[in-house]
C-alpha cells in the first residue's frame, strides 16, 4: 500500500532529506530568518520505524560528502548530491501539490522509493508526542556531542498547532453571574445551532447578549485536575491568566495573536499585582514559560514529570524550505519565537463540547471555553 500523508507529514519526510543533505542545522530568529554564525554541524540523525526495535542510524561524512545508512535492513552509502536533489523534489511535489488546508491526503510513489533505500517505510518515525527527529549535534560553544530530539513544524500545509484542546482535559468552566433566567439560556443556545458552530462566531454574539443583559461571566475552575495541577508548575495562578486570555480571545476583545490577547489581560490584572512597572513583565514571563514548558514536555492530561521531551527545541520548515532551529541552549530565543508566532484559534465546539450553556442543580449558570493554540503563518 502506498504511503500517503498530508502536507504536515511529508514535510516531516522532507525535514529529514534536507538536514542530511545540509549536515548543518541552523538557528533562526524571532522572524524566522536564519542566523549564520549560530549552526550545529550534524553528526548521525537516529530514527526509529514502527517495525523496528532498533535505531536506523545516518551517519554524515562532511569531508565525502556521502551518508552512512546503518539500517534494520540495508547498510548502503549515499552521496549527500542525492539527499539534495530528493529534498528539492519532494519540496516541489509538496507546493505544487492543489491540496488545500493541509488536510488532504497526498502520495509520491518515486519519494517513496527513494525512502525505502533509505529503510524508511512511514511518513512519521517512532517517538514522543513531542519529539519529531533525534540527531546527534555538534555543539561547538561546548565541544560535546550530544543527542538531541526537537519537535517539527511546517509552514507548507495547514497551521501548526502549539497546544492541542481536549475535550476531557482542557475545557475552563464559567458562571454567569446576575441572575439569568432560564429563557435566557434558551436564547443563548438557539445561536449555537450547527450553522453557527460551522462559522463559531456564535461566541462573540454570546458575550455581547450578555453584557447587553447586565451580567457578567467569571472563571469557575478547570474541569481537569491533571491540567490544573500541571499549569501550577509555572504559577500557582496561572490558571487564572489562561482563563482570563480564553475570555478575551472568544469575546473579540481584541486579535488573536497571543502577545496582543495577554497585553490585553495583563491591563486587567487578574492577579491584582496592580504593578505598573513590573505588572506587564510578569504576565509575559508566565506565559512563555507556559509556552515552552508545553512545546517541548507538557502535556494536559498526564502529569508533568518536569522533563523536557524534545530536549533540542523546535525546527521550522519555512515556505521556501529553509530549515531554521530555535534550540534549548538559546533558551530566550526560544521563548520569543513562541510568544510573537502564535495565536489562540477556536476548535471543533462539538468535538469538544463547549457550546451550550446550562444551569446546575442549584440554578447557577455555567459555559465552557476551550483553549487551542497555532502558530501563526506570516511571511
Known amino acids: 500500500m502506498a504511503l500517503t500523508g498530508n502536507k504536515g507529514e511529508w514535510s516531516e519526510v522532507y525535514t529529514y532529506l534536507r538536514l542530511l543533505a545540509d549536515g548543518v542545522l541552523y538557528s533562526g530568529d524571532e522572524k524566522y530568518q536564519k542566523l549564520s554564525d549560530i549552526y550545529f554541524p550534524i553528526l548521525k540523525i537516529l530514527r526509529m520505524e514502527k517495525k523496528y526495535a532498533e535505531d536506523n542510524v545516518y551517519s554524515i561524512d562532511s569531508i565525502n560528502r556521502q551518508i552512512l545508512l546503518q539500517g534494520n ?148 475552575g478547570m474541569l481537569n485536575d491533571v491540567f490544573f495541577r500541571n499549569l501550577r508548575y509555572i504559577d500557582t495562578n496561572f490558571h487564572k491568566i489562561l482563563s482570563e486570555c480564553l475570555l478575551v480571545y472568544y469575546s473579540h476583545k481584541t486579535d488573536s495573536k497571543l502577545s496582543n490577547v495577554l497585553k490585553f489581560v495583563a491591563n486587567i490584572d487578574p492577579c491584582e499585582l496592580h504593578d505598573d512597572h513590573h505588572g506587564d513583565k510578569w504576565y509575559e514571563y508566565c506565559m512563555k514559560q507556559f509556552l515552552i514548558i508545553y512545546a517541548l514536555g507538557m502535556t494536559a492530561n498526564k502529569p508533568w514529570d518536569c522533563k523536557y521531551v524534545a530536549n533540542g527545541g523546535y525546527i521550522v520548515v519555512k515556505e521556501d524550505g529553509d530549515i531554521v532551529c530555535y534550540h534549548f541552549y538559546d533558551r530566550n530565543q526560544l521563548e520569543n519565537y513562541l510568544f510573537n508566532n502564535t495565536a489562540f484559534d477556536t476548535p471543533s465546539t462539538s468535538r469538544h463540547d463547549f457550546y451550550q450553556v446550562w444551569c446546575d442543580d442549584n440554578g447557577e449558570t455555567f459555559l465552557k471555553l476551550n483553549p487551542q493554540i497555532r502558530f501563526i503563518h506570516d511571511k
Open 73 to 220: 535492513q540495508n547498510e548502503v552509502t549515499i552521496s549527500q548530491e542525492r539527499f539534495d536533489e530528493m529534498a528539492k523534489l519532494l519540496l516541489q511535489k509538496i507546493k505544487n501539490s492543489r491540496a488545500k488546508g493541509g488536510k488532504e491526503k497526498l502520495e509520491f510513489p518515486d519519494i517513496e522509493t527513494f525512502m525505502n533505500e533509505l529503510d524508511m517505510h512511514e511518513l512519521k518515525a517512532k517517538s514522543s508526542e513531542k519529539k519529531d527527529i533525534r540527531m546527534v549535534i555538534h555543539d561547538m560553544r561546548t565541544d560535546r556531542t550530544p543527542e538531541m530530539g526537537f519537535s517539527i513544524k511546517s509552514k507548507i500545509g495547514g497551521r501548526s498547532t502549539l497546544v492541542n484542546s481536549n475535550k476531557n482535559g482542557t475545557n475552563f468552566l464559567y458562571r454567569i453571574t446576575g441572575g439569568i433566567t432560564p429563557g435566557q439560556v434558551e436564547i443563548l443556545n438557539a445561536m449555537s445551532d450547527t450553522k453557527e458552530k460551522r462559522r463559531q462566531g456564535f461566541f462573540q454574539k454570546w458575550f455581547e447578549q450578555i453584557e447587553e443583559w447586565g451580567y457578567k461571566v467569571e472563571y469557575a
